[in-house]
């Protein structure tokens, strides 16, 4: 069974920075393309960035230079660097494995508020 978990979600301040984390169980990690998601009040779920098996990423526009994907395949997890958050990046992070998602973490809230 697969199981997501995010961790490091919280409260930040607009230009502050969070990283988030997502351990992954159940998989071979290593061999699963990641990705982060998000989605908020009112809004669909939208793609923020995606990490292949051979480490190719890409970024939606609204995050490209200020976010940062990477994975620890020994620690079988994948990580979102947030820097120069904005108010409009507030809403429910989520991890999932696969292009496209076969699989969902229950997600982390991250609120970007002075």
């Known amino acids: 069974q697969v199981q997501l978990v995010e961790s490091g979600g919280g409260l930040v301040q607009p230009g502050g920075s969070l990283r988030l984390s997502c351990v992954a169980s159940?998989?071979?990690?290593?061999?699963?393309?990641m990705g982060w998601y998000r989605q908020a009040p009112g809004k669909q779920r939208e793609l923020v960035a995606t990490i292949t098996v051979s480490r190719s990423t890409n970024y939606a526009d609204s995050v490209k230079g200020r976010f940062t994907i990477s994975r620890d395949n020994a620690k079988n997890t994948v990580y979102l660097q947030m820097n120069s958050v904005r108010p409009e990046d507030t809403a429910v992070y989520y991890c999932?494995?696969?292009?496209?998602?076969?699989?969902w973490g229950q997600g982390t809230q991250v609120t970007v508020s002075s």
């Open positions: 159940g998989i071979l990690f290593k061999y699963y393309a």
């Open positions: 999932a494995s696969g292009i496209p998602p076969s699989s």
